[in-house]
């Protein structure tokens, strides 16, 4: 199945806002309904495509056959851009300046070499497609006439080692497709970003995704041990031996380079046994600040449960940490933070983490709050894009951003972004609602995820864009990353430059130049064109 061409997931599971829910976003913020019927995807008419005969021809012999490369509408439009907000509405309003020229699916390291080939010979550039989930404009280079290289005929479990506990699968793979080929053999990778049921091993690798059990499981990139990659120049192979001390470690050129260096074409994984018990739980907090403290204390010193994440103060009283919930709090009245904690393993180590992490959480100010908000959280942890999609259906405006930094610059860093959002948008006559999440946990910082909403706007993406911007430079000043697991894109690039230096970005352009002399690969994506 495919994705829903503007907005997220699969159609069926689209769900109405609850009334408290809409008489919020019209009482408190102002937002006014849509009036403008939605467009069906047989109206949008993407231009004909201007690739040249001899160029499909080419392609097509690259991927064995013409049923391989589309140049089809549809194909085409389910192809142009990510799921960012941004995105969807641009898409929403038929605007289809960033549509391929044609689809592409190779089947094999081989063939994507062949097409790489090819689109060099006819200068074309490449655009690496997975899940479609990025939210940050990573599928739309800065150049008209490219390709899409969708990876999904690359859908194999290629190798496991149960002796290394080593996996490795095809980019194209989706991530619950992979977690039931590892589970048929008693293995789980244990990544479930909130993107799970879409996106790919492809997409985890060159985004360095972050997944909600990473606590206990860690991030996408701490499990990748290998990497094949297809390049404009050839082969790179990276990745014999757990630990290495010959050289830079290659992998982490190619970890997080958004297919702008090359085409990942097989990764190797570390995989674990499948937990023979899930058990997740709340806790509530009289704050934020509170809530913080107490999750350090558990990522410093342990034991660390495999999930663990708090939402502010706004964000519990919303409902967003339980989105399947949403507006639950709004009628109970409900205060202070929630925090979600889960434990996965054998019944004996998760019932002595259990114990051990709620005498911490208790000293720290916490109060169990039973099983319901943590299995509430479990069953709807995949459900918030889908609720961004219905906040657009009725005008509001959804979006999310993160960040991440050590320990002691994360209460400056969170006022910073929430004071940035809300001046910006309340001067533009859209006071917003701000809502913020730690998400991840390290032993020296956490990440924060932020949630706004608002009216939309005359024009809803020129009206989020100096908030956007404000919001980059107000993470950056107060010392925090500008991208914890969603990438860089397009939308972070510029921020992305400055936080890796003059000389950093020098040495990525010549490892850009030696790759893809011709830049073909992601245009514009990660890295300015020159």
């Known amino acids: 199945m495919d994705m829903l061409w503007n907005g997220w997931g699969d159609p069926a599971k689209a769900a109405p806002l609850p009334e408290t829910v809409t008489g919020l976003l019209r009482d408190l913020l102002g937002v006014k309904p849509q009036t403008t019927p939605a467009l069906a995807l047989e109206d949008v008419r993407p231009p004909a495509t201007t690739a040249e005969s001899a160029a499909l021809k080419a392609l097509a012999d690259a991927v064995g056959g013409d049923e391989h490369v589309r140049t089809d509408p549809e194909s085409r439009v389910r192809h142009t851009r990510g799921k960012s907000t941004p995105d969807l509405l641009r898409m929403r309003a038929g605007d289809l300046a960033d549509v391929p020229q044609a689809v592409v699916l190779p089947a094999g390291h081989d063939e994507v070499l062949a097409v790489l080939r090819a689109c060099a010979a006819h200068g074309l550039a490449v655009v690496p497609f997975g899940g479609g989930t990025s939210v940050v404009g990573g599928l739309a280079p800065q150049r008209s006439a490219f390709v899409a290289l969708d990876l999904r005929r690359m859908n194999g479990l290629l190798d496991l080692d149960p002796v290394s506990r080593t996996a490795t699968l095809q980019p194209g793979l989706r991530a619950p497709e992979a977690e039931a080929l590892l589970a048929e053999q008693g293995f789980t990778l244990g990544h479930f970003p909130q993107s799970f049921e879409w996106a790919t091993i492809g997409g985890f690798a060159a985004a360095r995704s972050s997944g909600q059990a990473s606590a206990g499981y860690g991030r996408f990139d701490e499990m990748v041990l290998g990497l094949t990659v297809a390049t404009p120049e050839g082969t790179l192979e990276t990745g014999r031996a757990p630990r290495s ?45 509170e809530g913080a403290a107490a999750l350090r204390r558990l990522a410093q010193d342990g034991p660390r449960p495999t999930v663990l994440r708090l939402s502010d103060e706004t964000e519990t009283l919303i409902g967003l940490a339980q989105p399947d919930a949403i507006g639950a709090d709004l009628a109970q009245g409900g205060a202070g933070c929630l925090a979600i ?131 980059n430079e107000a993470v950056l000043a107060a010392g925090g990353t500008i991208s914890h697991h969603h990438g860089v894109g397009t939308d972070h690039r510029d921020w992305y430059v400055r936080e890796a230096g003059p000389l950093g970005i020098s040495a990525l352009r010549a490892v850009k130049r030696r790759l893809d002399p011709e830049g073909l690969l992601n245009p514009g994506v990660l890295l300015p064109t020159d």
């Not at 001390?245 to 380079?257: E, H, I, N, T, Y």
């Not at 899930?278 to 509530?284: A, L, P």
């Open 245 to 289: 001390a010959a050289g830079p470690d290659l992998r982490q050129l190619v970890l997080g380079s958004e297919g702008a260096f090359g085409v990942i074409t097989s990764v190797t994984v570390r995989i674990r046994p499948l937990p023979e018990v899930r058990v997740y739980e709340g806790w509530r907090f009289g704050s934020f600040e």
């Open 341 to 471: 904690a889960g434990y996965e393993g054998t019944p004996e180590d998760t019932a002595h983490r259990r114990e051990r992490a709620a005498a911490v959480l208790t000293a720290c100010g916490g109060t169990l709050v039973g099983a319901e908000p943590g299995e509430r959280w479990a069953h709807g942890r995949y459900s918030a894009p889908y609720l961004r999609d219905a906040l657009l259906d009725v005008g509001a405006f959804a979006e999310t951003l993160e960040t991440a930094a050590f320990w002691s610059r994360v209460p400056d860093l969170y006022t910073a972004v929430r004071t940035a959002l809300t001046d910006t948008l309340t001067e533009a006559g859209t006071p917003p609602l701000v809502m913020c999440h730690i998400s991840h946990v390290y032993e020296n910082g956490a990440s924060l995820y932020f949630t706004v909403v608002s009216a939309q706007g005359e024009d809803p993406v020129a009206h989020w864009t100096p908030a956007k911007h404000a919001a």
